[in-house]
């Protein structure tokens, strides 16, 4: 129709450079084998600017150049002028009056939208995906180990399963056996692994699959059918097991590896063992034990799976075992006292492959299935960002998670608040993990209340911070060798890459908003239920205020959250944990959540074990806690808040018998009636590694010439002071409460003799349903800015 016009178009078309330079490298490194003609529909919506005449169209065909012109009449009907109204071209016109992009000869926006009609809409498109050209069809990312680790090829997995009846704790008779250690010398080595780094070296590298070369079999060879001997393995993701010595038929002492590149911390057990058989008794004895105090001594069992079982009648991890005792080894070297557990258990079945763990296991490949699940959910990708934090020493991915609904307006953005949860610091403590599963699944359900928090919240999730040692099976420690809930604040980036990083994006985030919340994730193995450690508020203005989300949390769980365990007090050894560095930063509710191994002492749960699911619905619970911390209706608030006071004069008259406090009790600081926390044996810092401290000198040399203070909450005090002053200025009704449910009441203060509603919400009966799942497609990330 216009043969002028299509062979003037044809002849000055001109490519778009993004285009071509992504078209080019994505081939290069093997991404993208397609033609230009056949590139996914999710991309032919991207509209090509083509010339410099503004008549011309924009086009939403990727295909070969001269595939780009439209046929005359498509032409026609989309000419760039006839699809301008007369206020867009007053628009344009002013912008080619400010001598913007559209007088350049190729416009540097393809942010601008059209609608089905053809028509300009003057907005900016979302930015689009790093990987939307990927199928999404590859393998996990598979985990990185030290190149000193054999690591199995097999694949390890267990089913998630719920015990029908309560698994209540061993009842000690007084007649245990305590079961002599014999040792190499009177006994047979069936197991052991050949060489295992300890604080003597240090971390260097790390590959795929761990170690080069064919992967010996370390277990014995059984002589016949006969031969009754148990095959140990433990060298897989998680797995810790040192050595097992076969002392008679069915007695083994089992030594447990200590973590990588120290010669302590040893807690967490997780094995295999095969060529089992049914109805005989046999008896376990871990002789290497590090902590004189343990849950084994209060009735707290092993965890037992069998895969027969699995398979068979869908039965997961269960507790078992008799005749358990814990005690202090006698045959010790003299450097360190060292304990033993031992129990005792018959297998259900003959010739079948059984495991024996501290804990639920949780692997960073459990994780990476379960954000893969996200990522690939429409729905929940839609609210949920993942992110990489950064890469950690042995260079696997530390996620990074930002959930929240999108904002209507940038005023609804700005005055949201920040909460920020992480987990596995201490990658023996799996039960944060199961925590934290619990808390992704509600707060990325369609619950009412998941969308209200997080129409009003941003949540920043770190689920595994410490993934090199999660993979390894270490308790406490990263490859580094230190516990890294004692280095927050590290000036070695490079070091301790995962808590550096978390400081430094917790950093950030304060300078644009205010963060609610900050609680991370751990286990505890001397003390029974969930608790929180806290930082004591001196405050005035908020006293006590540090308190009340415990204290709601104690309300909403009462059978397996324990206020009376709660402790506020900052102790000098736990200066460079997450909580106080984080607390002393500017987060006022900054907390550890500590979940036992064991179980419950409380309600309805009393004396039992906790299961998977008790977990999870921790964290359900703290997220509607949350809700109630922050309700418009502010009679909980101060509900705790009395009951708070209420609580503190009757220990400061206990701890203050004979003198008069009458009005001024109030004055009295809250560390000299605290007690310090039962926190781990291992709460003091074993400093720094032989091998950095030349390059921490050399960072502070430096950070004084250059006159900065390398203290992260130094440097952000004065930064937060005045971030806080200019957020009540501008949101003055947005103080701690956060405009968000339950309650049109506006009272502010409940009568003394008046207790208010207190909803205890249940924990989601229905659970989404999990299927086992043979291929995973690949994990796509963002890489956090």
């Known amino acids: ?111 601008l939208l059209h609608d089905e009609f053809g028509k300009v809409n003057l907005r900016l498109r979302e930015p689009r995906g790093l990987f939307a050209f990927f199928s999404g069809s590859g393998p996990l990312q598979a985990p990185r180990w030290p190149v000193e680790c054999e690591v199995i090829k097999e694949n390890i997995h267990h089913i998630e399963w719920v015990p029908p009846q309560p698994e209540h704790f061993y009842q000690p008779t007084g007649s245990e056996k305590i079961p002599e250690i014999v040792g190499e010398e009177g006994g047979t080595v069936v197991y052991q692994l050949d060489s295992v780094p300890t604080e003597d070296s240090y971390f260097t590298r790390s590959r795929v699959g761990g170690k080069r070369g064919v992967i010996k079999e370390l277990a014995v060879t059984l002589q016949g059918p006969e031969d009754n001997t148990l095959l140990f393995e433990s060298r897989f993701e998680s797995g810790n097991l040192q050595k097992a010595v076969r002392v008679d038929t069915y007695t083994y002492e089992l030594t447990l590896r200590t973590d990588l590149y120290t010669r302590k911390h040893t807690q967490w057990f997780y094995f295999r063992v095969q060529n089992t058989r049914k109805d005989a008794t046999y008896r376990f004895t871990i002789v290497n034990l590090l902590k004189p105090k343990s849950l084994y001594t209060v009735g707290m069992k092993p965890l037992f799976y ?78 949920c960002k993942l992110r990489t934090l950064c890469q950690s020493l042995a260079g696997n991915t530390v996620y990074l998670l930002t959930i929240t609904n999108p904002a209507r307006t940038p005023q609804e953005a700005a005055a949201k608040k920040a909460v920020v949860l992480s987990a596995r610091v201490h990658p023996g403590e799996s039960n944060g993990s199961w925590i934290m599963k619990g808390f992704l699944d509600f707060i990325l359900s369609n ?124 102790q000098k050894c736990k200066e460079g944990t997450g909580r106080v560095v984080m607390w002393r930063m500017g987060i006022l509710n900054s907390y550890t959540m500590e979940s036992t191994f064991g179980g419950s002492t409380l309600g309805n749960k009393r004396d039992t074990h906790f299961t998977t699911e008790d977990l999870k619905s921790l964290g359900y619970h703290v997220c509607d806690t949350l809700l109630d911390f922050c309700d418009p209706d502010r009679t909980k608030f101060m509900q705790c808040l009395a009951e708070l006071k209420a609580l503190l004069q009757q220990e400061i008259h206990k701890k203050f018998k004979d003198t008069d406090l009458e009005g001024s009790w109030s004055d009295i600081s809250l560390s000299d009636i605290e007690s310090s926390t039962s926190g781990s044996d291992s709460s003091l810092s074993d400093g720094l590694p032989v091998h950095l401290l030349n390059i921490a000198n050399e960072s502070q040399a430096n950070g004084r010439d250059r006159g900065t203070s390398l203290d992260p909450s130094e440097m952000t005090t004065l930064m937060l002071t005045k971030n806080k002053e200019r957020m009540q200025r501008e949101k003055p009704g947005f103080a701690v409460s956060c405009s968000l449910k339950r309650s049109t009441n506006s009272s502010q203060e409940p009568a003394p003799d008046m207790k208010p509603n207190w909803s205890r919400n249940r924990y989601p009966a229905t659970k989404r349903g999990h299927t086992a799942t043979v291929a995973y497609p690949s994990l796509h990330i963002y890489t956090y800015p």
């Not at 304990?339 to 692997?363: G, S």
């Not at 203005?541 to 709601?552: D, G, I, Q």
């Open 306 to 383: 069998s895969q027969l079982d699995a398979k068979t009648h869908s039965i997961g991890w269960r507790r078992e075992g008799d005749e358990i005792k814990y005690y202090r080894n006698n045959s010790d070297d003299g450097q360190q006292p060292l304990y033993c557990l031992t129990w005792t258990i018959q297998f259900p079945h003959d010739q079948d492959t059984c495991f024996f763990a501290h804990f639920y296991p949780y692997t960073y490949t459990d994780l990476q299935c379960y954000l893969l699940s996200v990522t690939n959910n429409p729905v929940q990708s839609q609210f």
């Open 1 to 111: 129709m216009f043969p002028a016009l299509e062979t003037e178009l044809k002849q000055k078309i001109l490519p778009d450079p993004y285009e071509d330079f992504m078209y080019h490298h994505l081939q290069y490194y093997g991404y993208f084998k397609a033609q230009r003609g056949s590139l996914p529909n999710s991309a032919t919506h991207q509209h090509v600017w083509k010339n410099n005449n503004p008549r011309y169209l924009l086009s939403g065909s990727l295909g070969k150049r001269d595939d780009l012109i439209l046929d005359p009449l498509q032409k026609e009907k989309r000419l760039w002028p006839s699809c301008l109204s007369s206020a867009v071209h007053r628009q344009m016109e002013a912008v080619n009056r400010d001598s913007l992009m559209l007088s350049s000869p190729l416009l540097k926006s393809r942010q």
């Open 447 to 570: 619950s009412p209340d998941a969308q209200l928090l997080r129409d009003t919240f941003i949540f920043k999730v770190v689920p595994m911070l410490n993934p090199d040692g999660v993979i390894v099976g270490n308790y406490r420690c990263s490859l580094a060798g230190r516990d890294l809930n004692r280095h927050y604040k590290t000036i070695l980036k490079e070091s301790f890459p995962c808590v550096w990083h978390t400081r430094n994006m917790i950093k950030r985030l304060l300078e644009e908003r205010e963060v609610l919340l900050y609680c991370d994730f751990h286990g505890h193995s001397r003390k029974n239920n969930i608790f929180l450690y806290g930082c004591n508020n001196n405050d005035r203005k908020f006293w006590l205020h540090e308190r009340v989300f415990p204290l709601m949390l104690s309300k909403n769980a009462p059978d397996k959250f324990s206020f009376h365990s709660c402790n506020f007090k900052v």
